[in-house]
């Protein structure tokens, strides 16, 4: 089995680690809000391009992607060249009253999904379920990355929650603008890691990947 936890680097805990992940969320956040908006698209199609051409994409059947809000990478042509390739394209929908995220294929990006939890883009509650089980390939989120493979959400811990549900082997690739990288990610030790981060400029495969 992939061992993807964070380890034992970081030795906050408690408010102290809250407090830590609070202020570097808000820190790059800032830097990616005032990436220049004609950047922001540029960016976007190099990291789709090169997440397009890893092989774990192109062998996956079943490829779980989040579509994008605010100031993130736009990950809806990826999206369409999922459904494009034939694939399974699987997106993630807020269950507010259980905190857990549940999966839906969708085969029109415009059509199945609209506004949801926070305004982010979530499939309609009609859209056939998928279980996590049957995921081969997942894109995840996250406010920020370190190289090591630690990540840095919004704060919810949904993909926390629904990292664990996916099978051990499943890729978890991680895109993000440049600006989104930091060197250190505040985490417990129970935290689990990425096997990839992809922005516009490198691919950083990271120890949790090899």
């Not at 190289?147 to 840095?152: A, M």
């Not at 926390?160 to 978890?172: Q, S």
Request: with cysteine; net charge neutral.
């Amino acid at each position: 089995m992939l061992d993807r936890t964070a380890g034992p680097e970081t030795e906050l805990t408690g408010a102290a680690l809250r407090e830590a992940k609070r202020a570097l969320r808000a820190q790059v956040i800032a830097a990616r809000d005032a990436l220049d908006p004609a950047y922001r698209v540029t960016a976007s199609q190099l990291i789709c391009a090169r997440v397009e051409a890893l092989p774990s994409f192109a062998a996956a059947r079943v490829v779980l992607v989040t579509l994008p809000f605010g100031s993130e990478w736009d990950t809806r042509p990826l999206a369409q060249s999922a459904l494009a390739s034939a694939k399974t394209l699987v997106v993630p929908r807020v269950n507010s009253a259980t905190r857990m995220l549940e999966l839906h294929a969708i085969g029109d990006i415009a059509a199945d999904a609209t506004p949801g939890f926070h305004d982010i883009p979530e499939p309609l509650p009609t859209m056939p379920r998928i279980d996590a089980a049957t995921i081969d390939w997942v894109l995840v989120p996250g406010v920020a990355f370190s190289p090591d493979g630690r990540r840095l959400g919004y704060g919810g811990g949904y993909y926390d929650r629904l990292m664990i549900m996916l099978r051990p082997a499943t890729p978890r690739i991680a895109g993000a603008f440049d600006a989104q990288i930091a060197q250190r990610i505040p985490a417990a030790s129970h935290d689990l890691a990425v096997d990839m981060i992809v922005t516009e400029s490198r691919n950083l495969p990271t120890p949790a990947g090899a």
